[in-house]
């Protein structure tokens, strides 16, 4: 296997036209079709072993981040596949490291998110040539092989090396306790499905319904284009999740540690916000405390994402009215998420798979969160974010933080049937654990959906366009 080397790769545009529903829209992004950047990292391997990344947009752009992918992932071709994977610290580096690109996009922007779909590529292989999930990977590593496959540059101010090596092995000996529980119990999810701003009242209310029935008992919603509107949704959600009469058969309470601080209903039910960045500082303060009728756990993205100062702002204004701040889906590197902790402008550390370049860079914020004592939340929903994010928690959880009370990842059902290997919740509404040693990072593409709805000439966006005409 060391003779293996990367050969080449294949990159999609796959776009699909979630617009059409209402599904995604907030009140910074009205219009979103949601989209995938793929890229497949080839190999000259007698059994065919690749890996598979993506990134995430909204449509329009996905083709430049496209054309990004393919620069990044050039500096792969003709590398063996072993070296690679001893180092994946190392590796990183030498994805990041092209001087040329690096200075159009120095670890932010599209260059970043295209770097990220790469590493992730990378990391897919190495779990597939292992034939383990990504996460069992990850969790099996020695504290020092973690350590050595993590981003470091620039955040040992806030965590060294040898610091992140001890907070491993303290969590080394009680791992594999863990790692059979949550096997056993899946991985606590919330739902944003029913708390777009396109939806109807009375979809709001459905849905909501749905996944009460469900098992969920975390959910959020939109905010941010007009506050009445806004009001009105959130009394709609909070009267069903709140009522008894609700719950599936066989309901069983959070556990009262889980729900402290997250202002939880009588029936133990959590609402969070989400404004989408749309806010300037005061205004945030000022809109937030408007909806403490509904009792929102925290508000997530209340301003421009790399505001360090302005979410510390925020949060200290409203810590008397016992709302937290989360924030991550934008954060576009390990840098901010170090300067949010340092500053304790969030409650709560919201990773993104796609934002941040690639699972070494995760590993780094991971560990940050964890020094600070402060809860991990992934963002998720798009299209192969859940799928990639389970990953993320388990390995948060079973080697990381060692503590899932107060974590809870985000679910949206889209297009989950577009993976070969889709994520699922079980009854209680939880994540499933990943199991298939095949899986790699769960992001493999069915190739009919590509055909279907890559861009421009998928069968899809043939048709729709035959149809306009």
């Known amino acids: 296997m060391s003779s293996i080397k990367i050969t080449g790769h294949r990159i999609n545009d796959v776009r699909f036209p979630t617009s059409l529903t209402g599904d995604g829209t907030d009140a910074m992004n009205t219009e979103c079709d949601y989209s ?30 496209c054309t990004a992918i393919k620069e990044v992932a050039n500096r792969l071709v003709g590398k063996e596949i072993e070296s690679l994977f001893s180092d994946m610290g190392k590796a990183w580096d030498y994805i990041m490291a092209d001087p040329q690109l690096r200075w159009i996009g120095p670890e932010k922007g599209v260059i970043h998110i295209a770097s990220g779909a790469v590493n992730n590529a990378l990391w897919d292989m190495f779990a597939r040539s292992r034939n383990k999930p990504l996460w069992k990977l990850v969790v099996d590593f020695t504290p020092e092989e973690f350590v050595r496959a993590t981003a470091f540059r620039y955040i040992t101010d806030a965590i060294t090396r040898e610091e992140a090596l001890a907070l491993l092995k303290a969590k080394e000996p009680t791992k594999a306790e863990r790692e059979a529980s949550v096997r056993s119990t899946g991985y606590p999810a919330y739902v944003t499905s029913a708390g777009w701003l396109g939806y109807s009242d009375e979809k709001v209310a459905r849905l909501t319904k749905e996944a009460v ?4 008992n975390h959910f959020k919603m939109k905010v941010g284009a007009n506050r009445d509107s806004d009001l009105r949704r959130g009394k709609i959600i909070r009267s069903v999740i709140d009522d008894p009469a609700n ?3 066989g309901h069983k309470p959070p556990s009262p540690a889980s729900l402290e601080g997250k202002n939880a209903g009588p029936t133990g039910a959590v609402l969070m916000i989400d404004a989408n960045q749309v806010w300037d500082v005061p205004q945030a303060i000022e809109y937030v405390k408007s909806l403490e009728e509904i009792k929102p756990w925290f508000i997530e993205e209340p301003t421009a994402p790399d505001d360090i100062l302005g979410h510390a702002a925020i949060r200290k204004a409203l810590k008397p009215h016992g709302i937290g701040v989360a924030t991550g889906e934008h954060a576009h590197n390990r840098m901010v998420f170090k300067q949010l902790l340092q500053a304790e402008a969030i409650d709560v550390c919201q990773i993104d798979s796609c934002r941040l370049a690639g699972v070494s860079e995760v590993l780094s914020v991971l560990l940050m969160a964890a020094k600070f004592g402060v809860p991990v939340c992934p963002h998720a929903g798009g299209v192969g974010l859940c799928e990639y994010v389970i990953h993320l928690s388990l390995i948060d959880y079973i080697a990381v933080s060692g503590s899932i009370e107060r974590n809870v990842l985000e679910f949206v059902d889209h297009l989950h049937e577009h993976f070969l290997y889709p994520c699922s919740i079980n009854q209680q509404g939880k994540y499933n654990v990943p199991t298939n040693p095949k899986e790699g990072y769960s992001i493999e593409m069915h190739e009919k959906s590509i055909q279907e ?11 729709a366009r035959k ?3």
Do not use: C, K, Q
């Open 467 to 469: 149809t306009e005409n």
């Open 453 to 463: 709805f890559g861009w421009p000439n998928g069968s899809y966006w043939v048709g």
């Open 36 to 65: 995938s950047a793929y890229v497949t990292l080839l190999t000259d391997s007698s059994d065919g072993l690749v890996g598979h990344g993506m990134t995430f947009t909204i449509g329009r752009g996905n083709d430049i981040v």
């Open 213 to 216: 029935a469900a098992g969920f």
């Open 247 to 249: 719950l599936p058969n």
